[in-house]
Structure formats: structure tokens, C-alpha cells
């Protein structure tokens, strides 16, 4: 079942495209990865999802279907509604994901509000339990302020924010950028387990093609504002037809060598 159909969408900026015809489809359960060179437009295709896009920048044309409806057309407020519950987001930048001086706990709390009818005390159940599931020690995490965790805690706590009201389209714009491999690697599985059980879909941005490689089910490689190829993470990686997918994957050697030793062992 498709979850979000991006159509023929074309984003400009003072006259400047942005975005070309940007064209995909990405279907419930999905893991769909969106790679590319810095400046090619893939953070805006994010916002655009999300109704985040920078003042100025407008849609020139084409549409945004989530579940079957016009996303385009929503105003500020009916986007609000949307965000957090049924589309959420991680930034690379995970410490504007939180307020600095309010403690996290409170600021689950009053995005829960926003969104569900609750009581205080099953708020409070919600948002311990959606930190306990990014293995976070829930109750201490709910009691700090976000300058009192570090990176990878506080990426792992916006994973929370961003899931606890199971959302059916994460988008993760190059979450794991500001972190080290180790807490990389345990940022992404969280997103993975999450995935599973939730079914919900992912938007991943990255630039690191082994993650794209590791988890996607599908990969659209942007150049310049457009996507000039989509296919599924097999044919991306191993029969790649564009020039451009070419270079990166050939900018990336290690991946099919590390292939290669995994085979011969
Ligand atoms: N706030 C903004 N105002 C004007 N132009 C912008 C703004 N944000 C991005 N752009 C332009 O839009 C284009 C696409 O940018 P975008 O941020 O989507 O790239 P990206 O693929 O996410 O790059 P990166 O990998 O570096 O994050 C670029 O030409 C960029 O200069
Ligand atoms: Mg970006």
C-alpha cells in the first residue's frame, strides 16, 4: 500500500528551482533512502513532506499525497495537526529537536497533549515507555534537561519524541551525522526495530552509502534538484544505470570489497 506519493513536484526559489520533478512513491513498511550530493535537494524534498519549508520557497507545482490526500494544500494549522502524530522528524541537529531549558519529560508531555486526549498520568506511562524503547534509562531521561545527555542520548530521546505517538512516516534527515560509529550504528537500529514493529515507513537521508546499503528498501539518488534514478536497494547498488550513481558508488569502494571479504569468508 502506498503511504506517501510525491508527484511531479517542482519547488522554486526567487524564480530558481530547486526542485525538478521530483517523483516518488513510498509504501507502507517501507525503509526508502534518498542520497546525493550536498546542495542536490534533498532536505527540501523533507520539508516540503513535512509543510517546513524556508519562507519564500514555494511549490510551483505537482503534489504530496499522504494516504490518498493533497498534503500541498494544507494550511499551517491542519500541518501541525499532521506533524508528530502522523508525520514526525529527526534532524541531524538533534539538539534543536529539544528546548534547552525545559526538561524532556515535559516537553513529551505537551506534545502527547497536543495530539491525544490523556490523562497525566498516561502521558507520563507513554513517554517513559517510548524512551525505555531507545533503551534509555526512562525515568532519569524524563527528569533531565536536554543539556544534561549526551549526543547520542539526546538522538536517541528525539527518536522517542519523534515515535512515541506512532507516527506513519518517520523522516530522518542525516540523523546520525553528529554522532560517532558506535552510537551510529546503535541510533540506526533503534530506527530498524522500530520499523519492524511498528510498521511505519521511513524517509532516511544520508550520505553514507553503507547505511543506505544496510537498511533501505529502496534508494533515489538526487543530483542538482532532481532524482535521476530510483530503484530498489539491489539494483542501486549492484546495476546502477546513471552516470551519477556511478560516481558515488565508485566514491565508496570499500562497499563492495567489504562485500567481496564477506563472501570469501
Ligand atoms: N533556506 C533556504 N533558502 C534558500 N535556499 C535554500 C534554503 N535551504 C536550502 N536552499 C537551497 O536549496 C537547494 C537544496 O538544498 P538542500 O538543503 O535540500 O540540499 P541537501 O541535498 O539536503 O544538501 P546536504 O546534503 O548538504 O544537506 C540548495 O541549492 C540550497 O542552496
Ligand atoms: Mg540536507
Not at 534543536?96 to 515535559?106: D, V, Y
Not at 542520548?153 to 506513519?168: E, G
Not at 514493529?197 to 534538484?225: E, P, W
Request: aromatic content about 6%; proline content about 4%.
Amino acid at each position: 500500500m502506498t503511504l506517501l506519493s510525491v508527484r511531479k513536484l517542482n519547488i522554486a526559489f526567487h524564480n530558481k528551482p530547486i526542485l525538478k520533478n521530483v517523483d516518488f512513491n513510498i509504501r507502507q513498511g517501507e525503509w526508502f533512502t534518498l542520497i546525493g550530493e550536498s546542495g542536490s535537494g534533498k532536505s527540501i524534498t523533507a520539508s516540503a513532506i513535512g509543510g517546513l519549508l524556508p519562507g519564500e520557497m514555494i511549490i510551483t507545482s505537482g503534489s504530496i499525497c499522504f494516504e490518498d490526500k493533497d498534503i500541498t494544500m494544507l494550511s499551517n494549522k491542519e500541518f501541525r495537526k499532521l506533524r508528530g502524530k502522523e508525520i514526525s522528524f529527526v534532524f541531524q541537529d538533534y539538539q534543536s529537536s529539544f528546548t534547552p531549558f525545559i526538561k524532556i519529560g515535559k516537553q513529551m508531555d505537551e506534545m502527547i497533549q497536543a495530539h491525544c486526549q490523556l490523562t497525566k498520568e498516561e502521558r507520563r506511562e507513554k513517554a517513559l515507555e517510548a524512551l525505555e524503547e531507545v533503551q534509555l534509562p526512562a525515568e532519569r531521561v524524563y527528569d533531565s534537561y536536554p543539556f544534561q545527555l549526551s549526543g547520542g542520548q539526546l538522538q536517541r530521546a528525539s527518536i522517542a519524541m519523534a515515535m512515541m505517538l506512532k507516527p506513519k512516516l518517520l523522516i530522518a534527515d542525516e540523523p546520525t551525522t553528529a554522532l560517532d560509529s558506535i552510537t551510529t550504528i546503535h541510533v540506526l537500529e533503534i530506527m530498524a526495530n522500530m520499523k519492524k514493529k511498528m510498521n511505519c515507513s521511513i524517509l532516511f537521508i544520508t550520505h553514507d552509502i553503507r547505511q543506505a546499503k544496510k537498511y533501505s528498501n529502496t534508494i533515489g539518488v538526487m543530483k542538482q534538484g532532481e532524482i535521476v534514478e530510483i530503484g530498489t536497494k539491489e539494483t542501486i547498488m549492484y546495476h546502477p544505470s546513471h552516470p551519477y550513481t556511478k560516481l558515488l558508488l565508485n566514491a565508496a569502494p570499500t562497499i563492495r570489497r567489504l562485500d567481496q571479504n564477506i563472501v570469501l569468508q
